[in-house]
Structures are given as C-alpha cells and as structure tokens.
C-alpha cells in the first residue's frame, strides 16, 4: 500500500469513527425525554390508583349509606305498624270498657230499681205490721178495760184503758176506723157520767171487741 493510500484509509476511518460517536447534546435530550415519559407514566398510574381507590370508596360509602338508609325506612315501618297496632289495641279496650260501663250502668240501674222496689215492700210490710200491731193493742186495752169495770168495779182504769185503746186507734189513721173511735169516746163519757150499773148494756159479761 502507497503513502497516499494509508492516508486515505486513516481519514475515512476517522470520519466513520466521528459519525459513529454519538453527540453529548442529543443524548442529554433524550435522557429528559425520557424521564419526563416515566414521570408522566407514574403521575398517570398514581392518578388512575387514586381515582379507582376513590371510586371504590365512595362506592363502599354509597353502599353503606344506602343500607344505613333502608335500614332506617325499616325501622320507621317497624315503628309504624307498632304504634297503628297499639291504637288499635287501646280503641278497642276503650270500646271494651265502654261496653262494660254501660253494662256496668245498667246493672247497677236495675239494681237500685229492685232496691226501691224491696224498700217499698218493706214500707208496706212495716206499715201494715204497726197498724196490726196497734189494732191488736186497742182490741186487747178495750177488752182489759172491760174486764177491769165488771170484775173489779174500776171506772176509773176501765176509763184510762179506753183512752189508751183510742190513741192506738188515732196512731193509725184509718178513716175506717172512725166509727170505733166514736163508741169508744162514747163509753169513756159514759164511764164519766153513768154509774156502775147503767154500764152493762155496754160491757156485758162476754169479753167485748170493737
């Protein structure tokens, strides 16, 4: 090989060995470029991981809101069929109580009737047991009365017991029985008046009656 042919090969391998060396400028830019890509990757997967995490969140909070919501809805239905059920329960105990108040008023209605019914039998019973009673006491003073004036000759205490048979008489009022008071005020004048023996004709010897 010539002079000049070594001097050609070295000058072409020194231009191919400085086209081949790459530039420090451009190297530099892609290495930028190149970290601005991954950043930018890294940024775009943080964001996506956090929009996904609060999707997720918000769904979990959706979800327990929306249990917490219809739990409520329940408890309020719950809450509701109680207490239309206990306004029930009670109208009809008060409907009850109603009931047996009136029944109650009613019995005790037909009680107190019954009561003066009693009461007016009672009066009545009462009332003709005196006047027996008094009737009895008059019949028994006129006829001790009489025994007294023909058995002990005693105008004086055949007088009192006649008297005595006239207020029994008078307690009663009975206006049928005003023609015996009158004879037996008439034989108490007459015991007044008459002597012993004009009396027979009023108190014989048999036990008078009215």
Do not use: C, H
Request: hydrophobic content about 45%; proline content about 2%; aromatic content about 4%.
């Amino acid at each position: 090989m010539t002079e000049q042919e070594k001097s050609s090969a070295v000058v072409e391998e020194t231009r191919e060995a400085v086209e081949t060396t790459p530039q420090p400028v451009n190297a530099e830019k892609k290495s930028k470029n190149g970290a601005a890509l991954v950043l930018s990757a890294v940024a775009i997967a943080i964001a996506l991981a956090a929009g996904v995490g609060l999707y997720g969140w918000g769904k979990q909070q959706a979800v327990k809101q929306t249990a917490t919501s219809d739990a409520l809805v329940n408890q309020l239905t719950a809450l509701q069929k109680a207490q239309e059920s206990q306004k029930a329960e009670l109208e009809g105990i008060i409907k009850q109580q109603a009931t047996q108040l009136d029944d109650a008023n009613r019995q005790q209605a037909a009680l107190a009737k019954q009561l003066d019914e009693v009461q007016q039998k009672v009066a009545t019973i009462s009332g003709s047991d005196a006047k027996t009673w008094l009737l009895a006491q008059s019949d028994f003073l006129v006829k001790l009365a009489g025994r007294k004036l023909w058995s002990d000759q005693d105008v004086t205490t055949a007088a009192a017991l006649l008297k005595s048979a006239d207020a029994s008489l008078a307690d009663m009022n009975d206006p049928s029985l005003i023609a015996a008071r009158r004879a037996i005020t008439d034989d108490i004048a007459s015991l007044s008046a008459v002597a012993q023996v004009g009396l027979r004709r009023y108190y014989p010897q048999s036990e008078p009656a009215l």
